[in-house]
């Protein structure tokens, strides 16, 4: 959602283009957890409203002072330090997690690791 807003009002095309190719990334992953909840009886959450509200309102404003590519890759990036340390909260509290969702999470892990470098490399342009 906020990835999807970032690539809306940034400056660059050539930017808004790779936050595209991320949220595909994001969308298989998604998809893989959506199929193993299911698999397992549950139904899986999406993000509320208000959530995505305040994702949009957060990039939206900070967009209006800058949406040059280097400040809506330090958007990306905080996002990703966000979810990560999400991510890591939930492996604590879960200790017994299935190893499918422990996969799923090193996954996650390694595909934001791989689109760090691409962001990062707009944090000096």
């Known amino acids: 959602n906020s990835l999807e807003c970032v690539a809306r009002k940034s400056a660059s095309l050539q930017f808004s283009g790779e936050v595209r190719r991320t949220i595909k990334e994001y969308e ?3 998809k893989k957890a959506a199929r193993a909840i299911l698999t397992l009886g549950g139904k899986p959450k999406r993000i509320s409203k208000a959530m ?17 590519p ?5 958007i990306v990036l905080g996002g990703f330090d966000m979810g990560e340390n999400q991510l890591q909260g939930c492996e604590k509290a ?21 689109q760090k470098s691409i962001y990062k490399r707009y944090l000096n342009a």
């Open 52 to 68: 995505r509200m305040r994702d949009w309102w957060t990039v939206s404003v900070k967009a209006f002072f800058n949406n040059s």
């Open 94 to 114: 879960y200790p017994n997690a299935s190893e499918n969702a422990r996969q799923l999470v090193q996954e996650l892990f390694q595909m934001q690791d791989e």
């Open 70 to 74: 280097a400040a809506m890759a330090r």
């Open 28 to 30: 298989q992953i998604d």
